[in-house]
């Protein structure tokens, strides 16, 4: 399995933006598609964005079209989710993951959270 380490959360005002990046390592990461799931607390985690290997294909949950992107850096090994617009229940640990082959379910490898709290 490849290996994740998400950076880039903390704290924002309603409005503002992060970017959240997934350094991977261990595997040939061209192998893999990438997703962002986050974790509200009480809540189950969720489906944020998802990226195929090569990048030509995106898909979204319907709460964050719009306000998000996500992208990915292969040369360097990292992907990355662009946050803008931020709401408070965007607040959030949000974890990247990846998987072979193209789906929004089935990621066998995680990160470790990373937190994102957004204030009205």
């Known amino acids: 399995q490849v290996q994740l380490v998400e950076s880039g959360g903390g704290w924002v005002e309603a409005g503002g933006s992060l970017r959240l990046s997934c350094a991977a390592s261990?595997?040939?990461?061209?192998?893999?598609?990438m997703g962002w799931f986050r974790q509200a607390p009480g809540k189950e985690r969720e489906f944020v964005a998802a990226?195929?290997?090569?990048?030509?294909?995106?898909s979204y949950a319907d709460s964050v079209q719009g306000r998000v992107i996500i992208s990915r850096d292969n040369a360097k090994n990292t992907g990355y989710l662009q946050l803008n617009d931020l709401k408070p229940e965007d607040t959030a640990v949000y974890y990247c993951?990846?998987?072979?082959?193209?789906?929004?379910?089935?990621?066998?490898?995680w990160g470790q959270g990373n937190q994102v709290t957004v204030s009205s």
């Open positions: 993951a990846a998987r072979i082959g193209w789906g929004t379910t089935g990621f066998g490898s």
């Open positions: 261990g595997r040939t990461f061209t192998n893999y598609a």
């Open positions: 990226i195929s290997w090569s990048g030509a294909r995106t």
